[in-house]
């Protein structure tokens, strides 16, 4: 935790420096767009198989210009994330969808090496709002307690998961004209999403994200 909070404030200190430059140029935008997102597990060998969930992420954005090619982009998103588990027991079939939303508080710094195109890199504070899984079992024929898949539904995870992560993005940026511009980032845990299981599991975050945005001036 004092990590995170040391790098929030050293974010901040880095964004009122900028707004202090009466030179610097402020503008404003939106942006939304899809995320393709998982949990890479670590600690445990997983019996079944992890893949990646579709979501969204919608916000608004700031752009500070620090100079000719390089700006610096707070953002605040909401990101629906999550991951597809699928287990196969026997005849038994065991999957689960995970459902997590977040704020997310990004913090890009952003380079133009060529008209147009930039690369961008910074990171991410996210704080969870919610995290629910529905189950779903299939194969089972009749009721059986010694079977830790038998139950089915939606479950609620929040308790188990930690309600701050840090994170960090790269990805690439165009600019089609003055307002309009789409991107591609990559944002991977840098901590557990997860507060550690008993069995020594670890999940981190892993997520594609791919937006369209607009400026207002």
Do not use: W
Request: with cysteine.
């Amino acid at each position: 935790m004092k990590k995170i909070t040391l790098c929030a404030l050293l974010c901040f200190s880095l964004f009122v420096h900028a707004q202090d430059k009466a030179v610097r140029k402020t503008r404003f935008g939106l942006k939304a767009g899809l995320n393709i997102s998982s949990l890479m597990v670590s600690g445990v060998h997983l019996k079944g198989d992890m893949s990646y969930k579709a979501g969204f992420h919608i916000g608004g954005m700031m752009q500070v210009s620090l100079s000719k090619d390089f700006l610096m982009q707070p953002e605040l998103l909401f990101s629906n994330q999550g991951y597809n588990y699928e287990e196969r027991t026997g005849a038994a079939k065991y999957s689960k969808v995970g459902n997590i939303n977040y704020l997310a508080l990004p913090v890009m710094f952003v380079y133009y090496p060529i008209k147009n195109l930039s690369l961008e890199a910074g990171p991410q504070l996210s704080f969870l709002l919610s995290h629910k899984a529905k189950v779903n079992v299939t194969g089972v024929d009749e009721f059986d307690p010694t079977n830790p898949y038998i139950n089915e539904g939606t479950i609620d995870l929040k308790k188990s998961t930690r309600s701050v992560e840090l994170g960090m993005n790269v990805g690439l940026g165009y600019k089609i004209n003055q307002r309009l511009f789409c991107s591609g980032r990559y944002n991977f845990g840098m901590t557990q999403a997860n507060k550690e299981e008993s069995d020594g599991e670890k999940d981190r975050n892993s997520v594609f994200q791919f937006s369209i945005g607009y400026l207002f001036n």
